[in-house]
């Protein structure tokens, strides 16, 4: 079957058996998950099908969630958690953390829990404008870990 890359537009060609997978362009090495086998057509959009495929809808459905807590909650690092990216999101934490204890006895600090909250209320707005197939190739595939 062919499918072409989402991030070059090369046409690769994959084995049947590959439908579903996660593999690299042989142009840009960008991973993207193949689209599975529809009853549509060889010529159907390879893109469409991903809709079908039930961890595209699993992760988008957190898209919400994780969107509103950036929102909202930005700082905590809250909306990272949701999206199991938990590395980004203890350090999105202890910043915030840290400007709030140290910022009672110095103004500066306090710059600290401001950026980490712009930062969340950024990624937030990010993740409520990505369709459900970009929010999961981005977040879910690839593990894109700041904006």
Known sequence: MEVVCPHCGVVLSVSTSQAGDVISCSKCEGKFQTPLPTAAGPHSDPFRSQNANPDVREFASNKIAAGVCGILLGGLGVHKFILGLNTPAIIMLAVWLTGLIT???????????????????VEGIIYLTKTDEEFYRLYAIEKKEWF
Do not use: E, K, S
């Open 103 to 121: 910022g009672m006895c110095i103004i500066i600090p306090l710059l600290a829990c401001i950026a980490m909250q712009t930062i969340g209320l």
